[in-house]
Structures are given as C-alpha cells and as structure tokens.
C-alpha cells in the first residue's frame, strides 16, 4: 500500500506539471531537486517489479518469468493503444482550437491534420502521441531490462547494478539516445533502465530478506547518501551560483 500510495502521488504530480503556468506547479519535486515524479514513478515501477517477478522466477522457473513478462507487455501495449486513440481523438476534435492557436507545437498540428494516420502509427509503434509515448518504455523495461536484471540478480545482485550502471554511462556519452529518436522521442530506454534496476535490485532485497526492510536500516551508508542527494540537489536549486 505504501508503494501504491506514493506511485498514485507521482502520477498526480505528473499531472499537475503538465498544465501549463499551474501555480501549484512552484512546490512540485522537480523544482526541489535534480528529478521529478517521473523519476519517482519509474523508480517504484522496478521496486514493485523486484518484489513481483522475483518470486515468480524463483516459484516457476525460467519458463514462467517469460510468461508473465509477455502477459505484462501485452497489457501495457494495450493500454497504450487505447490511451493513443483516445489522445488523437481529444486532438482530432479540438483540431480548429489548435491550428488556430499561437505556435501550436508540431506534433499537436500533425495530429490534428491527420487522425486515422496518427492512429496507425500510434498502433504500429511507428510515432506516438506526446504523452502515452511513456507506456513505450515501460515496454521495454518489462521486456528487456527485467528479465536481464533477474537473470543477472539470480548469480549476483550488486554485479547486476553495476552492469545496468555501465549501460547508462554508454548511453549518456555516446550519443545513442539519438538511436532512440523515433521510437522513445522523450525516454532513452537505455538510460532509465538504470533507475528502473536499482528500484529492481530494492524490491528484490526486500523479498529476499527474511526480516524486511531491517537491512535497509542496517546499511547506512544507503542512508547518508540519500541524504547527500537530497541536499546536495535542494542546494543545487536555491543558490545563486
């Protein structure tokens, strides 16, 4: 319930940023820190998947994970098929509202111009809406960055971390978020994975652990850099310099 909670927030906070000039949009996260709700949300994704699908990995074997994986993707797709259509739809029917406004962004007017083939793209994976378009990397995240992760966790959990991590340095100095343009025009799946693995490698622990969250307490190291980031991003945000 804990978990739930904090991802309903996220995506209430999501909300919130995405209307433009909101005032409550001044006391969100992502004017706090270094990350947004976003982050918040992907990160508790993978430790509700840590917890999830490590249990079935370890209850049904190989042959389950990869059941319950595919039956996860197809849900996601799914509901990002039905979510793409219902933004086309919105667009489409508030079409002369848009053309007519200052600067509509390119994308709303391509929209607007042309439903049936926004739809089709939307459902071939060819261009999505501006915002299902996330629902993509979960996706992928479910199809590739969990089961690799599990795999990996299975011989060796901090090993596993530090593979993820070495992915995400790849992808932040080798310019291959570019690859990524037209299938994740606004998430570089290579790059969150990381983010989503740590929530991963958390909610795995969390199952494993005998006694839970006491050896969360015991590592405080966890602690201290927690603290460290949040301060050192809340500083970042209110000094001049």
Known sequence: MRIDFFRGLA????????IESNPLGKYT????????????FVFLSGVTCGIA??????RRGLGGL????IKRAILIYVFY???SIATIW??????DSILHSNLPPNSLVALANNPFFAAWSAILLIEQPPLPGILILHMALTLFAMPAFLLGARHNAKLAIVASGCVWGISQF?????TWSTLFPYFNPLAWQFLFSIGMYFGIQYRADARPLQWATRSKWLLIGAWAIVTLSLLYRLLPV
Do not use: K, P, W
């Open 11 to 18: 995506l209430y906070v999501i909300l919130v940023d995405h």
């Open 29 to 40: 996260l992502h004017r706090f820190g270094f990350s947004d709700a976003a982050e918040v």
């Open 53 to 58: 699908y490590h249990s079935i990995l370890a």
């Open 66 to 69: 990869a059941a319950a994986v």
């Open 81 to 83: 098929v039905l979510s």
């Open 90 to 95: 919105f667009i489409s029917a508030n079409a």
């Open 174 to 178: 080798h310019g291959l978020g570019h």
